[in-house]
């Protein structure tokens, strides 16, 4: 059996003011509700749409040419498909032919994207809607069926996110990005029936619908029971899928071109201007940092997903060893991130306050652990790393006179441990070890310490 997936994923466009009008897309989350609205984008009988706003057309672009896709040369017809729900009040959703074919990203060819017009919110418990979010630009990106798990589906989304984050073009926070999932089972290489599920709100959202609807679908023909083309819900709470609908077909949509919108003309010398002004992408970044900085693929991997800490780092390595701080990004700061769920640019870090901290690194005033205790003092609480290790009175110990105290009241407490080690137990050596750690609150370097319990009790 083998699992077959392909996305449409609808992302925000990055425009100061939405697709057919002049009403301003920023700060649509926290206005009033219905506030950031004109008679075009709630349809009032007798408004008109403006034509479409060329920024979308500019930032769509944009990630055309970073996927590596072919942009069209002919005029791109606006649509109109039949939509079923109040939050788009003209009944219909304008969207457009595609502006661009082909491309690729991680291996996953890419078969087209267009741009259409987001929905309003609708509530479905309080029965209102709210407009602000109508006529927002979305871009939609279809992928042709080529992953084969929800690992790689969620990979694929991971370097997708990075290059919009390099490239300026969408919105990536949470709610601005929407997906729908097609899954099916080959087997015996025979295409499976496939279902699709709809609107799911998170990247993350995307990997759990995946694997539960994979996983259903292979019991159902482990059991021999028949799959049906059909949508599905995913419930994001439970992170199962539940029926929606059994499959419509495009015929359902009652595509017509739209009267009011005059096809949309791409500018040639644009696509030129555009290509010249393109940004270092992801995959282009992490090959240059892994040959002017010889750090690892790994390395370079995590700390090019996002572009303000890919610059971080590099303003890191002006003042430290680009092997100490790659090692200090992928390992430590990410995973204190993570542990916030917290991107590089909404913490407090700064390039200034990562070089204080790794040069005390350097210069062995403290250990990595002390790094690590002085870097959640900076997260948490803003707490600059040379003044908090001061008055924590974590500097410059390492292996001096305190510890040298510490590991004799280790031997002199543990007598038990020393008889241990001298009969051939050097398990006994790693405990008087940890002793002393602890001790220390982490100050200590346990390549010294080990070094000078050894030391001391070849003495005794
Ligand atoms: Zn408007």
């Known amino acids: 059996m083998k699992t077959v997936i392909g996305l449409e994923i609808h992302l925000q466009l990055k425009t100061q003011s939405k697709l057919f009008c002049s009403c301003p897309t920023e700060g649509y989350r926290e206005a009033s509700p219905n506030s950031l609205v004109c008679p075009t984008c709630v349809s009032q009988p007798g408004s008109k749409p403006f034509g479409v706003n060329a920024a979308t057309i500019t930032q769509a672009l944009k990630i055309a040419l970073a996927l590596g896709s072919k942009i069209t040369d002919a005029k791109v017809l606006v649509?109109?498909?039949?939509?079923?729900?109040?939050?788009?009040?003209?009944?219909?959703?304008?969207?457009?032919?595609?502006?661009?074919?082909?491309?690729?990203?991680?291996?996953?060819?890419?078969?087209?994207?267009?741009?259409?017009?987001?929905?309003?919110?609708?509530?479905?418990?309080?029965?209102?809607?709210?407009?602000?979010?109508?006529?927002?630009?979305?871009?939609?990106?279809?992928?042709?069926?080529?992953?084969?798990?929800?690992?790689?589906?969620?990979?694929?989304?991971?370097?997708?996110?990075?290059?919009?984050?390099?490239?300026?073009?969408?919105?990536?926070?949470?709610?601005?990005?929407?997906?729908?999932?097609?899954?099916?089972?080959?087997?015996?290489?025979?295409?499976g029936t496939r279902t699709e599920i709809k609107n799911i709100n998170s990247f993350k959202g995307v990997y759990t619908a995946l694997s539960f609807e994979g996983a259903r679908q292979r019991s159902m023909l482990?059991?021999?029971?028949?799959?049906?083309?059909?949508?599905?819900?995913?419930?994001?709470?439970?992170?199962?899928?539940?029926?929606?609908?059994?499959?419509?077909?495009?015929?359902?949509?009652?595509?017509?071109?739209?009267?009011?919108?005059?096809?949309?003309?791409?500018?040639?010398?644009?696509?030129?201007?555009?290509?010249?002004?393109?940004?270092?992408?992801?995959?282009?970044?992490?090959?240059?940092f892994r040959k002017d900085y010889g750090i690892t693929e790994e390395e370079a991997f995590t700390i090019t997903l996002e572009k303000p800490l890919a610059d971080a780092f590099?303003?890191?390595?002006?003042?430290?060893?680009?092997?100490?701080?790659?090692r200090f990004f992928r390992g430590t700061l990410k995973k204190q991130l993570n542990y916030r769920s917290l991107d590089y640019k909404d913490s407090s870090l700064s390039p200034t306050t990562i070089i204080e901290l790794l040069s005390l690194l350097e210069e062995k005033q403290i250990t990595e652990k002390v790094s690590e205790q002085l870097l959640i003092g900076l997260l948490d609480k803003g707490l600059t790393p040379k003044e908090n290790a001061q008055k924590q009175g974590l500097l410059g110990v390492h292996g001096g006179k305190e510890i040298e105290a510490l590991v004799e009241k280790a031997i002199a407490d543990n007598t038990n441990a020393v008889t241990d080690y001298k009969n051939g137990k050097p398990e006994a050596l790693h405990f008087l070890a940890g002793q002393v750690m602890k001790q220390s609150k982490g100050k200590a370097d346990p390549t010294i310490v080990k070094k000078l319990l050894e030391k001391k009790l070849a003495k005794e």
């Open 79 to 191: 649509q109109r498909k039949h939509y079923f729900y109040p939050d788009l009040a003209s009944g219909f959703q304008r969207t457009s032919k595609p502006i661009a074919t082909g491309g690729a990203l991680c291996g996953v060819r890419i078969r087209e994207m267009h741009i259409e017009e987001d929905p309003g919110q609708y509530d479905l418990r309080k029965g209102t809607v709210n407009y602000n979010r109508s006529g927002i630009p979305l871009i939609e990106i279809v992928t042709e069926p080529d992953m084969d798990s929800p690992d790689q589906a969620r990979q694929f989304l991971d370097e997708l996110k990075a290059v919009l984050d390099y490239l300026d073009a969408s919105r990536v926070e949470p709610g601005s990005m929407r997906c729908d999932a097609n899954i099916s089972i080959s087997m015996d290489g025979k295409e």
């Open 222 to 288: 482990k059991n021999k029971l028949k799959i049906e083309q059909e949508t599905r819900h995913y419930d994001e709470a439970q992170g199962i899928t539940t029926l929606l609908r059994k499959k419509e077909s495009a015929d359902d949509y009652r595509y017509f071109p739209d009267p009011d919108v005059p096809p949309i003309e791409i500018s040639q010398t644009e696509v030129v201007q555009l290509k010249k002004r393109m940004p270092e992408l992801p995959s282009q970044k992490r090959e240059r």
């Open 314 to 326: 590099e303003e890191t390595t002006k003042k430290v060893p680009a092997a100490n701080a790659a």
